[in-house]
């Protein structure tokens, strides 16, 4: 794994209690199913998995099965695929703003870079998942 990675998987990783934290009351506010501080916790150390998965150049297979599994499930729950987009846009801007300053300046525009596009292309997953499971605009 490059040296930019493993920095950001380095930080990352022991701010997701953090970063849950400060995400709970957009998830309060914005979702109709009710979720806890660990639920949010899970979602977010499985974005964490999905991403060393990806940095470390394995199969995919977190990733399916959360857009098989997790995705639909939250659907079926009633959620819009807006609301989705919007949390998870949320979740996605605490996370920066946790990480990104925490990273040396060697690494922080690679690693920037990555977690931008790697985060554009999982919320676009779940707007395009969610729709296919039925999930109302």
Request: charged residues 25%; aromatic residues 8%; hydrophobic residues 45%.
């Amino acid at each position: 794994m490059e040296p930019w990675a493993q920095e950001l998987l380095n930080v990352w990783t022991p701010k997701v209690d953090e970063i849950c934290q400060a995400s709970m009351p957009s998830v309060e506010r914005m979702w109709v199913a009710k979720y806890n501080a660990e639920d949010i916790a899970q979602m977010v150390r499985g974005c964490v998995a999905m991403v060393t998965e990806e940095l470390e150049g394995r199969t995919s297979d977190l990733r399916e099965g959360y857009f098989q599994t997790i995705v639909p499930a939250v659907a079926a729950q009633g959620e819009r695929v807006s609301t989705m987009a919007a949390i998870d846009m949320a979740v996605t801007l605490r996370i920066a703003i946790a990480v990104i300053p925490a990273l040396s300046p060697e690494h922080r525009v690679k690693a920037t870079e990555f977690f931008v596009e790697w985060q554009a292309r999982y919320i676009q997953e779940i707007v395009q998942t969610a729709i296919e499971a039925g999930a109302k605009p």
